[in-house]
């Protein structure tokens, strides 16, 4: 503003007032991997308000210093991890050549893609409803429940958390139902250290054990370092039994690629649903993905994530369901695990992901326990007693999981809880938030966070030339690589840069501009 005043002369065709323009445009080049656009109030109030592409929800900028959403401090890499982990971990990928099998070469594979990309937009569809309630309310503990009573009043918040529940628990449930017939099996069979220390124990017993190594590690559940852990300890299980899988495979199919060719590409619809909730069991998991976010360094960043790790679990799902399909074809186990017979090997195998399932089973309750606890646990200065309630709650989780897994059928569980459960939390409601979302704050005037009175108008948009010109002429990667760079300077410092930078209305030395604003710095 100061320089558009003062009359500044500018080498070339474009004179001052253009150049001003597009200076000031620059601190808003377009930015095509974030899913908002910058707003900003009029001077006066300086009130700067994004809207989310997918869901037309406008809230003020919670990227902004003293923002009520408060920074994490887990990495992005942890992120994706963390995520991969919720998605892969636990027993639904040694699932997905059952469901392959069940659902066809083609049918599955698609099915896996479809699902996976379906789930990453409704995410975002989440966390824009969450964040311009944090915007609204500035409380930044809000969990699914707090959510959806939000927006659809205590009915809708009782029903999302009876689903809630069910996932939890049968997600838990399918888990101990696993480490149960495992640690049986290994119990009954000689030449292994689990027959050796608990010979002919039953599948009730070890599940029992289990449960009470888990009421006490979902204590530390909420903790990033634990989550990390567990992340890692979880990807490495689960990738061993995967390798496990392809060399003893590869001996008994050796023409993997020739197998498959010759296997059904669909299958009648009665069989393709029989195990289709496989699938959403893997990537339908926004019922635990506030924690997540929440610990989270760059929470803006948190859907490109999940994006990430999405394409990352698409690949190695899929791709394992089809080599175990193709090794094993119409004798293809629900668990492929038993189709590989015993040995030291398979033991750890086993053992490793028996411990996995262990650890994941307090992050899988996470969520659900938050709500319980938040609605239950009174805090009155005596610390024992908070305490105990906490524990209680936490065996009656567990417990209730349990109690799940006495059900026949592993495959049944995950039928059960992927197919109808997790469909509900994934595409039912998130859609719903957005619509609601639209009509609530649907214009920058609305806007979640923006006191009353206070007028917002778009600034950038009339200046789409020029961004492109910025866009095309930035170095090394374009406006997304440099924007944070943009970001740190306002527009006076903008202003301040020398004229020859812009040689005509169609050029912008970039490298130039750059090297400039790096100068300043």
Same mark, same amino acid.
């Given at each position: ?38 707003? *900003? ?16 929800? $406008? ?64 995410? !975002? ?24 009573? $939000?927006?659809?009043?205590? @009915? ?41 220390? +608990?010979?002919?124990?039953? +599948? ?37 039994? @995967? ?42 998991? $926004? ?29 190695? !799902? ?13 004798? *293809? ?83 059960? @809880? ?7 939390? +994934? ?75 812009? !040689? ?18």
């Amino acid at each position: 503003p100061a320089a558009m005043s003062s009359g500044m002369r500018v080498a070339g065709p474009l004179g001052s007032r253009v150049l001003s323009r597009a200076l000031l445009a620059l601190p808003l080049a377009r930015r095509p991997k974030e899913p908002r656009v910058t707003m *900003t109030a009029s001077m006066d109030s300086s009130i700067e308000v994004t809207v989310c592409k997918t869901t037309g929800i $406008h809230h003020t900028d919670l990227g902004r210093a003293g923002s009520p959403r408060v920074p994490g401090t887990q990495s992005s890499t942890s992120t994706v991890i963390s995520i991969s982990k919720v998605i892969v971990g636990g027993i639904a990928p040694l699932l997905m050549p059952w469901a392959i099998k069940s659902m066809g070469v083609l049918g599955g594979s698609v099915s896996a893609v479809l699902v996976g990309l379906l789930s990453s937009s409704t995410v !975002n569809m989440l966390i824009s409803y969450r964040d311009a309630i944090i915007a609204e309310q500035g409380s930044d503990d809000l969990n699914y429940v707090d959510v959806v009573r $939000h927006a659809f009043g205590n @009915v809708g918040a009782r029903g999302v958390f009876a689903v809630t529940f069910l996932i939890a628990i049968g997600v838990c449930g399918a888990y101990l139902k696993f480490i149960g017939n495992t640690m049986a099996a290994l119990s009954l069979t000689p030449g292994n250290v689990v027959h050796t220390l +608990a010979p002919g124990v039953s +599948a009730a017993q070890h599940q029992l054990a289990a449960a009470a190594a888990i009421v006490p590690l979902c204590a530390l559940s909420r903790h990033s370092t634990f989550m990390a852990f567990a992340a890692l300890l979880g990807a490495a299980a689960v990738a061993a039994a @995967v390798l496990v899988t392809c060399v003893y495979g590869l001996t008994v199919t050796p023409n993997v690629i020739g197998a498959l060719s010759s296997l059904p590409l669909i299958t009648a619809p009665s069989t393709f649903f029989s195990a289709f909730g496989v699938i959403p069991l893997l990537f339908c998991v $926004h019922w635990v993905m506030f924690p997540i976010e929440r610990a989270m360094k760059k929470r803006e960043k948190y859907n490109q994530r999940f994006l990430e790790a999405v394409w990352i679990c698409i690949a190695m !799902n899929a791709g394992f369901g089809l080599l175990g399909y193709g090794f094993f074809g119409k004798d *293809t186990n629900a668990m492929i695990l038993n189709n590989l017979g015993d040995g030291p090997l398979l033991t750890i195998v086993r053992l490793s992901l028996v411990v996995d399932m262990i650890i994941s089973a307090p992050i899988m309750l996470n969520s659900l326990r938050e709500i319980v606890e938040k609605r239950f646990v009174e805090v009155k200065g005596q610390i024992w007693w908070e305490r105990t309630q906490r524990l209680l709650i936490r065996t009656a989780l567990v417990m209730a999981s349990f109690g799940v897994a006495q059900l026949s059928s592993l495959g049944e569980i995950a039928n059960l @809880v992927g197919g109808v459960a997790q469909c509900v939390l +994934a595409f039912i409601v998130p859609p719903a938030l957005a619509i609601k979302g639209v009509q609530t704050w649907g214009t920058p005037q609305t806007a979640a966070g923006v006191p009353s009175g206070n007028s917002v108008s778009v600034v950038g948009e009339q200046q789409s030339e020029i961004d492109k010109i910025v866009s095309k002429a930035l170095p090394y990667g374009g406006d997304s690589f440099w924007s944070p760079l943009l970001r740190r300077h306002d527009c006076r410092k903008f202003c301040e840069a020398d004229g020859s930078l812009i !040689n005509s209305p169609s050029s912008l030395d970039g490298r130039a501009l750059v090297e400039r604003l790096q100068s300043m710095e």
